[in-house]
């Protein structure tokens, strides 16, 4: 998952559900084939499905997706150029970018890994006060 930061805001997609009832907002990501880094696909599939090229900051590390049960890596990018659109219709319902500071109106606090909390210093209570 590419956690992509532009000044005071994160890149989202807004997914389409698997099983076609619903949708559900999330970082940028891509399934990982053997041989290649977690960098290279966050980096990749976040031009691919939102039109906004970015750079590797750092690994915030790994886990097994509470929801999805699928293990996830989480690379922290910065931008640097493109305007977000949504350029994978078939996957996602919208492309956008959100204030840190209003992150979890979008993706609920205990969704949120918590390595990526701090590095977008989102608190780890809901921010819809």
């Known amino acids: 998952m590419a956690i992509v930061v532009r000044e005071s805001e994160v890149l989202a997609v807004c997914r389409r559900g698997d099983d076609g009832g619903g949708i559900s907002w999330q ?12 960098e290279t696909v966050a980096v990749r599939e976040t031009l691919a499905e939102t039109g906004v ?12 997706h509470p929801v999805t049960n699928v293990l996830c890596d989480y690379v922290l990018c910065e931008y640097l150029s493109g305007d977000a659109e949504n ?3 078939v996957e996602n319902v ?6 840190r500071k209003k992150l979890t109106r979008f993706i609920p606090t205990d969704r949120i890994f918590p390595p990526v909390r701090e590095a977008l ?9």
């Not at 090229?53 to 097994?64: D, I």
């Not at 919208?94 to 204030?99: D, F, G, K, L």
């Not at 210093?121 to 006060?129: I, K, L, N, Q, R």
């Open 27 to 38: 970082f940028p990501a891509g399934m990982i084939k053997p041989g290649v880094r977690p």
């Open 53 to 64: 090229h970015c750079a590797v900051v750092r690994m915030l590390g790994s886990r097994v």
């Open 87 to 89: 350029r994978d219709v």
């Open 94 to 99: 919208s492309v956008t970018w959100i204030e």
């Open 121 to 129: 210093e989102v608190p780890s209570e809901s921010a819809d006060s």
